[in-house]
């Protein structure tokens, strides 16, 4: 069974930041590429960004030079730091991993922007 867990979520006002982490476990052979995604209230789920195992990163334009995705030193867990956050950025944040040719998610962390 491979279970992802966020952390890190939380209110913070325009401007500020925050780091979130996902922590991948159980009977793992390799973690290849990893998701952040996030889905607002009434919109659809949306890419955030992406971090292969050599660590080759993607972005989402919307995000693009305000947030960075890594992966931790033991490739079990994947962070996206958040900076210069906006009130549009507000949403439920998962991470993804595809993992024996099934996509596993995790049960996401709150992220709210406002004043």
């Known amino acids: 069974q491979v279970q992802l867990v966020e952390s890190g979520g939380g209110s913070v006002q325009p401007g500020g930041s925050l780091r979130l982490s996902c922590v991948v476990s159980g009977r793992l052979f390799s973690i290849g590429i990893m998701h952040w995604y996030r889905q607002a209230p009434g919109k659809a789920r949306e890419f955030v960004a992406s971090v292969t195992a050599s660590g080759s990163t993607y972005y989402a334009d919307s995000v693009k030079g305000r947030f960075t995705i890594s992966r931790g030193d033991a490739q079990n867990s994947v962070y996206l730091q958040m900076s210069s956050l906006l009130p549009e950025d507000t949403a439920v944040y998962s991470c993804?991993?595809?993992?024996?040719?099934?996509?596993?998610w995790g049960q996401g962390t709150q992220v709210t922007v406002s004043t």
């Open positions: 993804n991993g595809n993992f024996g040719g099934q996509p596993y």
